[in-house]
């Protein structure tokens, strides 16, 4: 590789995400002590996050026009990769079917299949650049990315569904397609929604009512409500580093998971959660600053559908520990515990230093 290539990598975006991997590495130390199930997970973490900094590097070295001009083989290894998981996928809750189990170590292969949607996407809609996408691309798009969702929903999954949809949207919009045909997308699927509620399982419609009346399952809403006491306790200072009540005392389940926010808030309160948003905000403003200065469409729109998938699970993951959302299973990226979201995320900013390194150099 060239050293002028080289020059341009995006330090302040590899350190942006290293500081955040450092509050979750934390974090889930805190949330684990006095659980020894769970004992090693800060340990695990830390090793996923020095895995997923390796591919950040690897994969920023690859050009991603080359990426681009495997649009198919990608998009077919994707839905194959999604397939896979249907049939040999298996988890300890129910008929699940989300998790390769390969040497002990649990693969949720519906990350890494939208890092591949993502590329995929990018180059079909950038076919035509400088035009915007027409009718045949966006028909073409849509079947390929409902194809996607619809695999991730029979897992079953809704939330991780849902981010597939949300981050073609977004592509769609940053592509520059006619808003008519958004808005024709928006009309079809508030058509769909009623098949969509009747296909849906049990346990996503109980979230769905427990949001809407939390006094109608007191048990469902036991985890939610030690969220909100956690996150109100903390205050302006929070109750100080791994000694929150919420979380040493067990009250608040998947505390390194799903609620990992809940017991920031709780030990580090109101200004750690402030310095927690600082962060995520330098780090997709980064983001945005390499989709403006992309050397080409298919560039741009894979900066696009990255960051996207970065800003919609931290927005879905604050809003349900918030209360604001039904309960959904999206991780807060970096901060909550889970190999494949972490080694995923970093490999999608390693797409994204594969653009920044094929571009012009950028003003910080």
């Known amino acids: 590789m060239r050293r002028s290539t080289w020059q341009h990598f995006d330090w302040s975006l590899l350190i942006l995400a290293l500081l955040l991997t450092t509050i979750g590495v934390s974090m889930i ?4 002590r006095g659980s020894d199930d769970l004992a090693n997970t800060w340990r695990r973490q830390a090793i996923y996050a020095a895995v997923g900094t390796v591919m950040l590097l690897l994969t920023s070295f690859i050009d991603y026009h080359l990426l681009e001009s495997l649009q198919w083989p990608i998009y077919f290894l994707t839905i194959g990769t999604l397939i896979f998981t249907l049939v040999f996928g298996r988890s300890e809750i129910g008929e699940v079917r989300r998790f390769i189990y390969i040497g002990g170590i649990s693969i949720q292969l519906a990350y890494p299949s939208i890092i591949l949607l993502i590329i995929s996407q990018a180059s079909l809609l950038a076919r035509n650049a400088p035009t915007p996408p027409g009718l045949q691309e966006l028909i073409t798009s849509a079947i390929m990315a409902g194809i996607a969702a619809i ?13 597939y949809v949300v981050t073609w949207i977004a592509m769609l919009f940053a592509s520059g397609i006619k808003l008519a045909y958004l808005e024709g997308i928006g ?9 969509l509620w009747l296909n849906m399982s049990d346990y996503m419609r109980d979230r769905i009512y ?43 389940r998947v505390r390194h998971t799903d609620f990992i926010f809940s017991v920031l808030c709780e030990e580090l ?3 750690g959660a402030g310095l927690l948003f600082l962060l995520f905000g330098l ?76 571009q012009k150099r950028m003003e910080f």
């Open 269 to 271: 309160g109101f200004i």
């Open 283 to 358: 780090l997709l403003w980064r983001l945005l600053r390499v989709a403006a200065n992309a050397g080409d469409t298919t560039g741009q729109l894979i900066v696009v559908g990255v960051t996207i998938y970065i800003f919609y699970q931290l927005l879905v993951n604050v809003g349900m520990n918030l209360n604001v959302i039904p309960v959904a299973g999206l991780p807060m990226p970096f901060i909550s515990y889970g190999g494949s979201t972490l080694v995923i995320t970093y490999v999608g900013l390693g797409l994204v230093e594969s653009v920044a390194m094929r």
């Open 210 to 252: 427990t949001f809407l009346d939390p006094t109608a399952d007191a048990a469902a809403y036991w985890n939610i409500e030690q969220a909100l006491i956690s996150i109100g306790s903390g205050g302006l200072w929070g109750k100080g580093f791994a000694i929150g009540t919420q979380s040493q005392l067990h009250f608040l």
């Open 151 to 163: 695999l991730v929903f029979e897992q079953p999954n809704l939330s991780t569904a849902t981010l």
């Open 29 to 32: 130390f805190s949330a684990t």
């Open 187 to 195: 009309v079809l699927g508030m058509l769909a929604a009623p098949l």
